[in-house]
């Protein structure tokens, strides 16, 4: 039973472009959620799909857009990359009908805008 | 006031010692609780969910104070091998919308030493 996938596991980006990341949940799972994780910080929550719909976001600018499929998969996409944005992209499955449910993380996408 | 506060530390303790971890959470609605490891530059796995009754994994003690609103780590015989991020997260049902949100304390990083 394959875990949570994420790809890629590494990408360099220039300030101002595009970038997609991509998750495939744990097997059983049909809520994905994203987090950001700078050096030395905890992650912290970008949004969560569910049913192919945002459900909730944190602080984080329009430039962070998501997309769920029926598949449940998701992707990440972040424009106009700032090096700010240089960071640990963390992508969490769960069931979002079990309250008390753990997390399972992918091994996630280190993105280094320069 | 953050929702989800952790000591960042660093705890630096010998090997034996024994460790106690606290995190404090803001919202009296929250209803799981849970630590996670992180290792550096790896993805956050799940170490223990914590009960209102407390709960023991070997050498490891997690316990919840809901009228005090922490939750707390207790690690006994401390291995080099414990080094590593520990993570609070705390869930919580939001009743508009009806999801889960999940947030993260920063991590309180542990160093045991030889």
């Known amino acids: 039973d394959a875990g949570v996938t994420q790809s890629p596991t590494h990408l360099i980006k220039t300030r101002g472009q595009q970038v997609t990341l991509r998750c495939s949940p744990k097997s059983g799972h049909d809520t994905v959620s994203w987090y950001q994780q700078a050096l030395g910080q905890g992650p912290q929550f970008i949004f969560q799909?569910?049913?192919?719909?945002?459900?909730q976001r944190g602080n984080f600018p329009d430039r962070f857009s998501g997309h769920q499929f029926p598949n449940y998969s998701s992707e990440l996409n972040v424009n106009a990359l700032l090096l700010g944005d240089s960071a640990l992209y963390l992508c969490a499955s769960s069931l979002q009908a079990l309250m008390n449910t753990e997390a399972f993380f992918g091994q996630g996408t280190r993105l280094t805008v320069v | 006031r953050k929702e989800v506060e952790q000591d960042p530390g660093p705890f630096n303790v010998p090997e034996g010692a024994t460790v106690a971890f606290n995190c404090t959470y803001s919202?009296?609605?929250?209803?799981?609780f849970f630590w996670y490891r992180q290792d550096c530059r790896k993805e956050p796995k799940l170490l223990m969910s914590v009960y209102s009754s407390g709960n023991e994994d070997g050498r490891f003690t997690a316990q919840l104070n809901r009228a005090s609103q922490y939750i707390s780590l207790l690690i006994r015989d401390s291995k080099l091998s414990d080094s590593a991020t520990y993570l609070c997260?705390?869930?919580?049902?939001?009743?508009?919308?009806?999801?889960?949100?999940?947030?993260f304390g920063t991590g309180t990083k542990l160093q045991v030493i030889p």
């Open positions: 799909y569910y049913e192919e719909e945002e459900r």
């Open positions: 919202n009296s609605a929250s209803q799981s």
């Open positions: 997260v705390v869930l919580s049902f939001m009743n508009s919308g009806g999801y889960q949100k999940v947030t």
